[in-house]
C-alpha cells in the first residue's frame, strides 16, 4: 500500500522540481534579456558620442531595419546622419523620428537644424511655426535667430539671440552668430563687442577672433585685438586682415600685413606667400 503513495509523492516531486528549473530558466532568461536591453542602450550611446560618425550610421541603420519601430534607433541614425555631415539623409531620418509614435518638440527642432543645413529654410520656418509656443529652448531659439536673419528680420533676430545666450551655459557659439548678424548688418563696432564676448567665454574659439578681425578691418583699424592667440593663430589672423585691407583699397597695408604673417607663421605660410605674389606682379 506504501508504493502508490510513495509513487505520488516522487512524481509530485519532480512535478515540482520541474517546476522550479522552468521557472529558473524563465527568470535567467529575463536576466539576459535585461542586461541585453542595458547593453543596448549603452551601446547605442557610445555610437552616438565616441564612435566614428560612418560607423554610428551603419550600425544604427542595421538596427532600424531589425527594429523599425524603436524611436530611438530611428533618432539615433538621424543624429548619426547629422554627425556624418549627410544632411540630405539626415533630414529623411528626422521626418521620419516626426511621425513616430512617442516623438517630441525636441525632435521638430532637430528636424528643422537639418533643413536648415540643407538650406530648405521654409520648410524648417513651418516646422518651427507648428510647435507650441511654450517650448523654449536654447536650440529652438538659436534656429529662430538664424531664421530671422535670412528674412531679415532685425528686431526679432536681436531677441531672438538675446533670449537664446541667457538659456545656455556655453554661449559662445550663439554670440559669435549674433556677432555676425551684426557684421553684415553693418554694425561693425557691436559686431566687434560680441565677438569679444564670444571669445571671452571660449578663448578657442578660432572663428570668432576671425569675425572680430574681419569686424576691425571694417572700420579700417589694421591692429590685432588683444586676445588670446598662439604664433600660428596670429599669422592667420595678420593673413585675414591684410586681405581685409587689400579688399578696401588700402594696399600697401595690406602687403605689409601679408609680409607680417609670412614671418610670424612657424611653418611656410602658403596662403599669405601667393597673395603677397599676386600684389606684387
Known amino acids: 500500500m506504501r508504493h502508490p503513495i510513495l509513487l505520488s509523492a516522487c512524481l509530485a516531486g519532480a512535478v515540482l522540481v520541474a517546476g522550479c528549473a522552468e521557472n529558473e530558466d524563465e527568470t535567467v532568461e529575463r536576466a539576459f534579456q535585461d542586461v541585453n536591453v542595458v547593453d543596448e542602450s549603452n551601446l547605442n550611446d557610445v555610437m552616438l558620442t565616441v564612435a ?26 538621424a543624429y548619426s546622419l547629422v554627425r556624418a555631415k549627410r544632411f540630405t539623409e539626415a533630414a529623411t531620418a528626422w521626418e521620419k523620428v516626426t511621425t513616430m509614435e512617442g516623438t517630441t518638440a525636441e525632435d521638430s527642432v532637430a528636424f528643422a537644424d537639418t533643413l536648415i543645413r540643407t538650406g530648405d529654410w521654409a520648410k524648417a520656418e513651418a516646422t518651427l511655426d507648428a510647435l507650441p509656443p511654450t517650448h523654449e529652448t536654447f536650440n529652438r531659439y538659436r534656429l529662430e535667430a538664424m531664421l530671422a536673419d535670412s528674412n531679415e528680420e532685425w528686431t526679432k533676430s536681436d531677441s531672438f539671440y538675446e533670449i537664446a545666450t541667457g538659456l545656455t551655459t556655453k554661449p559662445s557659439g550663439v554670440l559669435n552668430n549674433w556677432g555676425y548678424s551684426k557684421l553684415t548688418r553693418g ?65 600697401s597695408v595690406g602687403k605689409s600685413l601679408l609680409r607680417d604673417a609670412i614671418e610670424t607663421h612657424p611653418q611656410h605660410f602658403e596662403p599669405a606667400v601667393r597673395a603677397l605674389n599676386a600684389l606684387d606682379t
Not at 560618425?53 to 519601430?69: G, L, Q
Not at 600660428?232 to 594696399?251: N, P
Request: charged share 30%; net charge neutral; proline share 5%.
Open 52 to 77: 566614428d560618425p560612418n560607423e554610428a550610421v551603419n550600425y544604427f541603420t542595421r538596427t532600424a531595419k531589425e527594429k523599425p519601430d524603436r524611436i530611438d534607433v530611428q533618432r539615433g541614425l
Open 187 to 251: 554694425d561693425y563696432k557691436e559686431a566687434e563687442r560680441l565677438f569679444g564676448e564670444a571669445i571671452r567665454q571660449d578663448p578657442t574659439l578660432f572663428t570668432a577672433k576671425n569675425n572680430l578681425v574681419l569686424a576691425r578691418g571694417a572700420r579700417r583699424d589694421y591692429t590685432l585685438p588683444v586676445i588670446p592667440m598662439d604664433q600660428t593663430e596670429r599669422a592667420q589672423l595678420l593673413h585675414t586682415m591684410a586681405l581685409s585691407a587689400i579688399k578696401q583699397g588700402d594696399v
